[in-house]
């Protein structure tokens, strides 16, 4: 682990280093995201479930495994653990988005910490989506029940489901995060490009011009 300004990294056994990692959720149609805010009054956008590592996580997997549980306020039936985040990434490995990946075969990175998601269809969960109205719900109360708290420290305002097309539209407000994720995976990529075809739609937010794929997406 290394700190720099408070802030803890991750280094796994290829000598990367992880600030932070997190979990995005796809279906035929689209991604379940959730909105948030950075700061007080600032304006909403769209990110996967997902946010910085601690040093009490241990590692990368535990950090995801505890991201996802406190953003959708432990409304999911998932209830995704670190054993199960450890096998996702066995079958579905990290887009990665910051700091910059070697292209040496070693595949160790530059000294630059980086944030990785685990892009996995919704099929690994036996599930059929998320329930915005509980979560709403949960969030309220764990507001109630935090007086001392200030409200808008519970970033995590929305859970939703956003289709293809409307990720191609361009028109909602996507995290730099989500953005570089959506550019990164191949899956996701080829999910976005099909609906350009279909709907003639131009791009507005992600730049398919410039499209690479990482190592790791490969």
């Known amino acids: 682990m290394n700190n720099k300004n408070n802030r803890f ?42 946010g910085r590592y601690r040093f009490e996580d241990c590692d990368i997997y535990q950090t995801i495994a505890r991201e996802f549980e406190e953003e959708t306020y432990h409304t999911s039936t998932i209830e995704l653990r670190r054993t199960k985040v450890i096998k996702l990434y066995d079958k579905y490995k990290f887009t990665y988005v910051y700091g910059q990946i070697s292209k040496k075969k070693s595949g160790v990175g530059r000294g630059i910490p980086v944030y990785g998601c685990i892009v996995v269809p919704i099929k690994e969960f036996n599930i059929s989506g998320f329930d915005n109205e509980y979560f709403m ?82």
């Open 9 to 50: 990294w991750w280094k796994d056994q290829k000598g990367l280093l992880h600030s932070g990692g997190g979990l995005l959720i796809y279906d035929d149609n689209g991604i379940w995201v959730i909105s948030e805010t950075k700061n007080q009054g600032s304006k909403q956008e769209y990110t996967d479930i997902g």
């Open 137 to 218: 719900k949960e969030r309220s109360l764990a507001i109630k029940s935090n007086p001392n708290v200030p409200e808008n420290f519970y970033k995590s305002i929305e859970i939703r489901h956003i289709t293809f097309r409307e990720i191609w539209s361009g028109k909602l407000n996507f995290s730099h995060r989500l953005n570089k994720i959506l550019l990164y995976n191949f899956v996701l990529n080829k999910k976005i490009q099909s609906e350009n075809k279909l709907n003639k739609i131009v791009l507005n937010t992600i730049d398919i011009k410039n499209l690479r794929i990482t190592d790791c997406d490969r």
